[in-house]
């Protein structure tokens, strides 16, 4: 079972420097798809020092969630651990390693849903990923009436494991299709230099299918087979997006986690959500 941290001190300044962030002109990217719009975006250009709380709620707790991850989620900042902040116009999702183990959990980070959620669209991020073994960020999709997994459907925009510093995984899953069986669909993508400079994660979501995009390119693509299955197509609701940096794991701890890496930094630019225009 999940456990969740009752927060007694929090940085005083959470709620006082977690100010809206104010509407600013957007560069879109060449990669839009022709005839969306934009809906939403967050380009965490703010003299703030945390993340726009009416944008974004935390997740926090540990007991491995479910993939025997290592880490502690925590709000944005805990005490004297600050895991989630604002530097020079990006969101930093920031790894560290606790000096006073929490519930077992000797690492802490961040996790991070969207206030708001979609049904269909085309969902992009400008993203620099951590270095280090056993780091594991994702940029990522869940239902936001979620309940059952994978039975309610999880779309992974981009994952990335540490210990493979040039590889990008984009997987969808679903009750047919998930990992615990072996039958996930997945794209796994070689991508130079993700841990050193930015690139571009995107994911085109339409009735009829979802596909995955790295730097404009179509890395994937999963169709609708049009059977009305929720066990096959459950992404007819609407889902939240999510950001977080994971330590260890199934996935992410297939090396060991390398303790040199902390802190550890997951860099995201900007935060974009298009919808079809009417």
């Known amino acids: 079972m999940v ?57 926090t707790g540990g007991g491995g969630w479910g993939n025997n991850e290592l880490q502690y989620y925590l709000p944005a900042c805990s005490a004297s651990d600050t895991v989630a902040f604002l530097r020079d116009g990006s969101l930093v999702i920031r790894a560290v390693k606790l000096g006073n183990p929490i519930d077992g959990c000797r690492y802490a980070s961040a996790r991070m849903n969207t206030t708001k959620a979609w ?18 960020p994702a940029f990522w999709m869940l239902p936001q ?11 992974d925009i981009m994952e990335h494991v540490g210990s493979n510093p040039d590889t990008v995984h984009i997987t969808m899953h679903t009750q047919k299709y998930n990992h615990t069986i072996g039958t996930q669909q997945t794209s796994i993508n070689y991508v130079r230099g993700v841990q050193s400079e930015f690139h571009v994660y995107a994911l085109q979501w339409t ?3 979802i596909c995955g995009f790295i730097d404009g390119k179509q ?15 459950p992404f007819d609701v609407p889902f939240l997006l999510k950001l977080n940096l994971a330590i260890g794991g199934n996935m992410g701890g297939n090396k060991g986690v390398d303790d040199s890496c902390f802190p550890a930094e997951f860099v995201i630019d900007y935060i974009r959500v298009y919808q079809q225009t009417e």
């Open 3 to 59: 456990k969740s941290l009752s927060i007694a001190v929090v940085c005083a300044c959470m709620v006082s420097c977690a100010a809206t962030t104010s509407e600013q002109e957007v560069a879109h990217s060449d990669f839009v798809p022709e005839g969306y719009e934009l809906v939403w975006n967050d380009e965490f250009d703010s003299d703030a020092v945390f993340p726009d709380t009416a944008r974004w709620t935390y997740e």
């Open 119 to 136: 049904k269909y669209g085309y969902f992009e991020g400008r993203m620099k990923l951590p270095v280090g073994t056993g780091t594991w």
């Open 145 to 155: 009436k979620f309940s059952q997994r994978p039975l309610e459907g999880e779309m």
């Open 207 to 209: 009735p009829d299918s």
């Open 219 to 233: 890395c994937f693509s999963f169709v609708n087979d049009g059977k009305g299955d929720k066990e096959t197509w």
